[in-house]
């Protein structure tokens, strides 16, 4: 065995073990994804969420929330989140898993603090991990 290539096996490995060690996929086990809509003097909004393993939904803030789960497509739910004043609304998807991907959220209705509809398009979700 010639000396440079025992070198370039040792690299090879160091090189291997930084790379499966920089790819920690993070935490693991049962939580809550938070979950945020925010948008102009937002009252209430349905939204349609899509997504494996969702064992439930939990009001956080001032916010309340209820949910229904789809008897027809499994995974899908269909949910409700109200707030008495205007403003951000909170809440919590809770999952078996938080390292399972992301649930697809879409805005079914939107409605202002006044209890006017307005479009969905003006409700804007985020999850937080």
Do not use: K
């Not at 996929?25 to 937002?42: D, I, K, Q, R």
């Amino acid at each position: 065995m010639r000396p440079g290539s025992r070198w370039f096996g040792v690299r090879w490995v160091l090189l291997a073990t930084l790379t499966v060690a920089a790819c920690d996929s993070g935490p693991s086990g049962p939580g809550a994804f938070e979950t945020t809509v925010t948008g102009e003097a937002l009252g209430g909004v349905l939204l349609q969420v899509d997504g494996p393993g969702i064992l439930g939904f939990e009001a956080r803030g001032d916010a309340r929330v209820y949910a229904a789960v789809d008897s027809v497509r499994p995974g899908r739910h269909r949910v409700l989140v109200i707030t008495p004043g205007s403003g951000e609304l909170r809440f919590g998807i809770v999952v078996e898993d938080v390292a399972i991907e992301s649930p697809a959220i879409t805005v079914l209705q939107a409605t202002r603090a006044d209890n006017r509809l307005t479009t969905p398009s003006a409700a804007v979700v985020r999850i937080v991990r």
